[in-house]
């Protein structure tokens, strides 16, 4: 086990893009969320985007992002993001890393003044940091329908006092994140 004391989380900037694709890709074991990191990155309605690395000593190990989300088709837009991806180094899963991101990233957002963020993720695994499953039971439907076994997967966190008062209704993500492709579960695409 390694000591998350020694542990340093910190702001992406660009000399930290090539560290990235190798922690996306070693994560998942295939390019596609490599690839759609690089996309996000600059897409400016992403913005504004919370991207965070990892390091032990002075290897980085893991990576999140937090993009912007909106509400479909409404005027008034409080700030809300989404939750994507989040990556671990296969050799240092499981040992807390992916929580120290998720913190650190949420202290980040709530300086910007966010107000709730979504993720599309592992249901047994985001509620350990704060998520709430079923998030379209909650007032938040996805941007694409979610197959109801997965339903719990759509989760979210409130983060402002203001919370769920900022708003209700349908999500949508900035621009590349909103293409149908990502919301599928289509091996044929990695
Ligand atoms: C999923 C992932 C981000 C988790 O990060 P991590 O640093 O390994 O997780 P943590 O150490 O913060 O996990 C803490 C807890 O979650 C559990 N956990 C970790 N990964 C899990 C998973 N995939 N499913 C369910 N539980 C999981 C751990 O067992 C641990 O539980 P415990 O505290 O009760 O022992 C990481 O394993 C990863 O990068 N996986 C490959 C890419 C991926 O699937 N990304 C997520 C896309 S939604």
Same mark, same amino acid.
């Given at each position: 086990? !390694?000591?998350?004391?020694? !542990? ?6 660009? *000399? *930290? $893009?090539?560290?990235?694709? !190798? ?49 479909? =088709? ?16 296969? %050799? ?31 249901? +047994? ?5 704060? $998520?709430?499953? =079923? ?12 197959? %109801? ?14 919370? $769920? +008062?900022?708003?209700?209704?349908? !999500? ?5 994140? =909103? ?6 579960? *289509? +091996?044929? *695409?990695?």
């Amino acid at each position: 086990m !390694i000591n998350l004391n020694n !542990i340093e989380i910190r702001k992406t900037n660009q *000399d *930290d $893009f090539d560290n990235i694709m !190798i922690v996306e890709k070693q994560a998942f074991g295939y390019d596609k969320e490599a690839k759609l990191v690089a996309e996000l990155l600059a897409d400016r309605t992403a913005k504004p985007i919370v991207s965070l690395l990892a390091f032990c000593e002075d290897e980085a190990i893991g990576h999140i992002l937090f993009t912007r989300a909106y509400f479909d =088709n409404q005027k008034v837009q409080p700030m809300m993001h989404l939750l994507a991806p989040l990556a671990i180094k296969a %050799e240092y899963q499981r040992q807390g890393i992916g929580g120290m991101l998720i913190r650190a990233g949420i202290e980040i957002l709530q300086e910007k003044g966010s107000n709730l963020v979504f993720v599309l993720g592992h249901k +047994e695994y985001y509620p350990k940091y704060g $998520f709430i499953p =079923n998030a379209a039971m909650l007032g938040y439907p996805a941007p694409y329908p979610i197959p %109801e076994e997965f339903s719990d997967c759509w989760m979210v966190q409130p983060i402002s006092p203001t919370g $769920f +008062e900022a708003g209700k209704g349908k !999500i949508k993500c900035s621009e590349e994140l =909103n293409k149908p492709e990502h919301w599928r579960n *289509d +091996e044929s *695409d990695r």
